[in-house]
């Protein structure tokens, strides 16, 4: 019983470290977060689908800096136009030590971090409303290490858009899900040797 006891004691240890050995600096970051989905089941419903590809570099411990690209499509209903929505730009994030400011985590192995992005972006809709500018966001989000490579990623993010065209100024509040990978450099490195 002891053994058992010591070998939980001594795994539990392990992947607290592991949550902070992946956002240490010299890392990479890469992922993606399901910005909305969402499909009408009733008669003549609409759909919503974007995905947010990043990839980031860790300048120091717990900061990142990188960039992402946003892609989406929606229709609020049958009948509706459809929305083509578009970003590319550079995003930052600033990941929450344990105890830092009085904020703990929720669970062992995972981090609270804020995410902050700035870019070009715009939407265009098919009867010929669009805009194009400014893409900008920030928002907390909490991402739960399932392996000492992968965390699960849930973000609360206002985003916004501002710029030239029908729409001056467009924002929404989002829920964003999604996934993780975090490398070393020296994975990161093997990685692009075998790829080529």
């Not at 049958?78 to 990941?95: E, H, I, K, M, Q």
């Not at 669009?130 to 965390?151: K, M, Q, W």
């Amino acid at each position: 019983m002891k053994k058992l006891i010591f070998a939980g004691i001594l795994a539990a240890t392990g992947l607290t470290a592991t949550a902070n050995a992946q956002i240490q600096k010299g890392n990479w970051l890469v992922g993606s977060s399901l910005l909305t989905s969402n499909f009408g089941l009733n008669t003549g419903g609409g759909y919503s689908i974007a995905i947010q590809p990043k990839g980031a570099y860790f300048i120091e411990d717990n900061v990142a800096v990188g960039g992402y690209v946003n892609l989406g499509i929606s229709k609020v209903t049958n009948g509706s136009p459809t929305r083509f929505d578009y970003a590319v730009g550079g995003l930052g994030r600033y990941y929450l030590s344990p105890g830092e400011k009085g904020v703990d985590n929720l669970l062992n192995h995972g981090r609270w971090f804020f995410e902050g992005n700035v870019g070009i972006g715009g939407s265009s809709v098919e009867n010929g409303n669009s805009t194009t500018g400014l893409d900008f966001g920030v928002g907390p989000g909490y991402s739960y290490f399932i392996t000492p490579n992968i965390g699960l990623e849930g973000l609360v993010k206002y985003q916004g858009q501002a710029g030239f065209g029908s729409e001056g100024l467009n924002s929404n509040i989002t829920f964003n899900v999604g996934f993780s990978i975090y490398l070393p450099t020296s994975k990161a490195k093997d990685i692009a040797r075998d790829a080529k």
